[in-house]
């Protein structure tokens, strides 16, 4: 028995590690779907949760406090399985999102409950059958505080791109014409619209371009407008990558700056007011949309 446990806290510990690391790869993704499965407001608890699955694989694997980790691994374990079943029931969500970016270890709706049931069996020989020793020496207590700070360190810069929409923002919740975004766009009260600011050499700009060509497409604005900051050789190497479809405005960046100097940002533009502010990656239609509402 005693080597089974072994086996089976070294097989849960890998799980629990390797989940957590798969998603500090893009805490921002994991942010994300947590508001998929409808829960907005606990969006910001993504980082927290990837550190907790990674401290308590690490846990499991050196042997440490077993009892009292299987415990909080097996609440964990049926935690997410009922969210996860409210997920796919309600709002038709089938990506469980436990291994990130890992997506070939993401499996069917069946599978996942399949496999959290096996874990559940495995913490719980676990916890019948093992000690709740604390003990460790300097080299495990370095490793794991390394291991924790590196994945800290990854969720954090992962995270920071994460997009905010905000309803108090700089000009959240004002009508376009108190604004100076007046001088860049003009509106009609009876249509919506997302204005976009970036640049074509930002990072966080480009990778939210696709998400940009669904607002209109899906129906969730009447209109995209972009406003970029003016580089005619970036702007060709754009058009010729993206292929744009929405009409995009360029200003040197002595006006621009004038409305912004952060990018990405942009502006939900509904009855001529501005309702909401979207700082950071532009999130896909769907989340926004979700978001907004």
């Known amino acids: 028995m005693k080597k089974k ?13 390797i989940t957590g690391i798969a998603k500090s790869l893009n805490v921002s993704a994991f942010s994300d779907l ?15 949760i990837v550190l907790a699955e990674v ?22 374990t049926a ?3 009922l969210i996860y079943f409210y997920g796919f029931a309600f709002n038709g969500i089938e990506d469980c999102g ?6 070939v270890l993401n499996t069917s709706f ?15 020989v676990v916890w019948r059958n093992s000690e709740n020793s604390w003990k460790m020496n300097k080299w495990i207590a370095g490793f794991v505080l390394a291991v924790m700070c590196m994945v800290a360190f990854i969720s954090g810069y992962t995270y920071r791109s994460a997009s905010k929409i905000q309803n108090t923002g700089k000009y959240a919740t004002s009508t376009v014409d108190n604004t100076i975004l007046k001088e860049f766009v003009s ?37 995209v407008i972009g406003i970029a900051l003016e580089d005619t050789i970036a702007e060709r190497k754009f058009r010729e990558i993206f292929k744009p479809e929405f009409v995009i405005k360029n200003y040197p960046a002595k006006i621009l700056f004038r409305l912004t100097n952060s990018f990405p940002v942009a502006y939900y533009i509904k009855h001529n007011s501005i309702v909401a502010e979207i700082s950071g990656e532009l999130p896909c239609g769907y989340i926004f949309a979700q978001k907004i509402r």
């Open 187 to 223: 509106t009609s009260g009876d249509s919506t619209y997302l204005v976009f600011v970036f640049t074509y050499f930002c990072p966080h700009c480009m990778n939210s371009i696709e998400n940009l060509k669904q607002y209109e497409s899906l129906d969730i604005v009447d209109k």
């Open 79 to 81: 935690l997410f399985t």
């Open 5 to 17: 446990v072994g086996i089976y806290t070294f097989i849960t510990g890998i799980l629990f590690l």
């Open 110 to 124: 069946v599978f996942t409950f399949i496999r959290n049931a096996v874990l559940i069996y495995l913490l719980i």
């Open 55 to 76: 401290f308590f694989g690490l846990l499991l694997i050196f042997n440490l406090g077993l009892k009292h980790t299987a415990v909080a691994c097996m609440f964990l």
């Open 98 to 103: 436990c291994f990130g970016e890992i997506t």
């Open 34 to 48: 947590i508001t998929q499965y409808g829960f907005d407001r606990l969006s910001f608890l993504a980082p927290f």
